[in-house]
């Protein structure tokens, strides 16, 4: 075991050196003189002052020594300077990340709620109209665009029957909860201001339904099929030979069993969250890294989109590491 | 469930009264005919758009701006009065090419490689593994947002950003798949004739394996779909003003009034991507009876 987490652990640290040198190329690659757009025309005229300035950034060094001052810039938790915002990059992932961290949450924990039993049910009823419609639902979820989905779900219950509040975390003329983490759900319960959590919570819901369709469809699929595959183990027929209740079988024995392969959906879950986030957030103004993520891309703010890119790269693989080793945990065969 | 007497004892729904054969026909092949039925439809509306369509996919009227659906208009205007129901026929141009060749060359590519590496083993297939571990280390849709951006927007590069994210699944499934035919008899039946590796693998090998590829390909030609309409709805796909279903749904995302302008592109991604869902998931029903149903 102690083996299989240093190897694990090595070798997710050589991905993430890895992943600073994609980034660090692609950053290079990009067409145009970064001298042009950084210092205009007057300046860039001026030929001493464009060596200086190329000096001063250090861009008159060879590739491979700009990949270790770049790596060095890293280490002090430097990722550049947005253009558009003129902020630190990682500042500016520092504000947004909690409004994301705490639409995603929810999301994940809606999709595992709804997707768990869904599958379970669809699995021990096989064939009927509950598998059916866990079925439809998956498909739908799978299939749906997200930005698109969130569109029609604004456009429906905000729009058409007004019976949910529009974008954004909290209604446009309430303040913010003073600050302690970050997440208004929180921040407002420890202030004591219930209307405000209300408030929070009622923003909430429709923008984390429409995150956690496609994560849903996928934990509804992958829990329907782990089920049927337990369901038809020899433990099952010993259960049943034993005179164990139906109940019990299914949720004492064969559950646990058919979860282990949901654990593993944890990376793509959370891949899936950081896309749909991107989309939802966009629609719902929800001012997030996946907000952030958009305006930088629509901006062309290439700082700003690739530290975003090595922070998501780094978490993304974080989470997998996590994955693999409570994978090992479960089910101890992997390690060998 | 591994002999018959076993599944007929304890799964009710394999001893259900026998169907009609329509009926039987209906729940075997009907999602996936539909699915085709779907696909086929798009297709040909893609091909046939400048006959089919009422307008110029690019015509402004800004008299006509922002019209519900109507009689002149059958899916309404959007903010440039241009008409919706002929920038979705024309959209789907762009969103069935992209798919079917992201897919198509990633597949192919993906395929070799994994084919080769599988094959060789040594040196070479650790190189094409590791490589894709460091693609897959990033998640998909963010790295082809990155690399487009640093392309530069365009269907072209859009396109080979994609690409750049999808050959590694093809690679692996690939390797995987040709790991299990390499030690099979007729692989050393070959050897021993004589034939040259490429022959091997690309004549006997491949053709054995194909089948879990080609549902793989089916089933991600609608995620290809999404992910183009996705970039595209990021500013990041089709240069404007060329009608494309993702930058639609982009231009009235914040339209909540005129809730058409968004609301009809989806549902033609939505459709299509459908489409191809039904039809994988039939395809793979059908190449591989043990998973029917699941």
């Given amino acids: 075991m102690a083996h299989y987490l240093v190897s694990r652990l090595a070798m997710a640290a050589i991905m993430a050196l890895l992943s600073t040198l994609v980034i660090f190329l692609l950053a290079n690659t990009v067409p145009g003189d970064p001298v042009l757009s950084q210092l205009g025309d007057l300046a860039a005229s001026n030929k001493e002052f464009v060596a200086e300035w190329r000096a001063k950034w250090g861009l008159d060094l060879p590739l491979w020594q700009r990949y270790l001052i770049f790596l060095e810039r890293l280490a002090h938790g430097d990722l550049g300077i947005s253009i558009a915002s003129q902020r630190p990059v990682l500042r500016d992932i520092a504000d947004f990340a909690p409004a994301t961290i705490e639409l995603a949450s929810i999301a994940f924990l809606l999709s595992i709620a709804i997707g768990v039993p869904l599958g379970v049910l669809a699995a021990v009823r096989r064939d009927s109209w509950i598998d059916h419609v866990a079925r439809l639902i998956s498909l739908l979820g799978v299939s749906a665009p997200t930005f698109w989905l969130a569109f029609i779900v604004l456009a429906l219950f905000y729009g058409g029957l007004q019976i949910a509040p529009g974008t954004g975390r909290i209604d446009t003329i309430a303040l913010p909860p003073p600050s302690t983490t970050g997440l208004y759900l929180i921040d407002s319960a420890l202030a004591g201001d219930w209307q405000l959590f209300r408030d929070a919570l009622a923003h909430l819901i429709l923008p984390s339904t429409v995150l956690a369709a496609a994560t849903l469809g996928l934990i509804t699929r992958t829990t329907r099929a782990s089920m049927l595959d337990s369901l038809q183990q020899d433990f099952v027929r010993v259960a049943r030979a034993k005179g164990l209740k139906e109940r019990r079988i299914v949720v004492g024995h064969v559950l646990p069993n058919a979860l282990i392969p949901v654990v593993t959906l944890g990376g793509l879950a959370y891949a899936n969250l950081l896309t749909g986030a991107v989309m939802t957030e966009t629609i719902f103004s929800w001012p997030g890294l996946g907000r952030y993520t958009f305006r930088s891309a629509v901006a062309l703010d290439f700082p700003a989109i690739m530290g975003i890119t090595l922070v998501v790269a780094v978490t993304y693989l974080f989470i997998n590491l996590l994955v693999d080793i409570s994978y090992a945990l479960l089910d101890p065969r992997v390690v060998r | ?294």
């Fill in chain 2, 1 to 294: 469930m591994s002999n018959a007497a076993t599944s007929l004892t304890l799964d009710p729904a394999r001893s259900a009264p026998p169907q009609s054969k329509a009926r039987r026909w209906l729940r075997r092949y009907g999602l996936p005919a539909f699915g085709v039925l779907v696909i086929v439809s798009w297709v040909l509306v893609a091909a046939l758009a400048p006959l089919l369509a009422p307008y110029a996919p690019a015509a402004v009227d800004v008299t006509a701006r922002l019209h519900p659906p109507s009689a002149q208009h059958w899916l309404g205007t959007d903010a440039l009065g241009r008409d919706i129901f002929t920038r979705l026929m024309f959209g789907a141009r762009i969103s069935l090419l992209t798919g079917a060749v992201v897919v198509l060359v990633s597949a192919v590519l993906g395929t070799l490689l994994g084919a080769i590496a599988a094959y060789a083993r040594g040196r070479f297939e650790e190189l094409i593994m590791r490589v894709t571990d460091l693609v897959l280390c990033f998640p998909p849709i963010i790295l082809a947002m990155a690399i487009a951006a640093a392309l530069g927007i365009g269907t072209f590069n859009t396109i080979v950003a994609m690409l750049v994210v999808w050959w590694p699944k093809f690679a692996r499934l690939a390797r995987s798949l040709v790991l299990v035919q390499r030690s099979q008899e007729y692989v050393e039946a070959a050897v021993v004739l004589g034939l040259s590796p490429a022959r091997i693998v690309l004549r006997h090998i491949v053709p054995n394996a194909v089948g879990p590829l080609i549902v793989l390909v089916t089933l991600d030609v609608g995620n290809a779909i999404i992910t183009f309409a996705g970039l595209s709805f990021l500013g990041l796909g089709v240069v404007p003003p060329t009608p494309e279903w993702g930058s639609m749904v982009s231009e009235g995302r914040e339209l909540i009034e005129q809730w058409w302008v968004a609301t009809f592109p989806g549902l033609a991604i939505l459709s299509v991507v459908l489409g191809f869902n039904f039809l994988g998931d039939g395809i793979r029903d059908w190449l591989d009876p043990r998973s029917r149903r699941r």
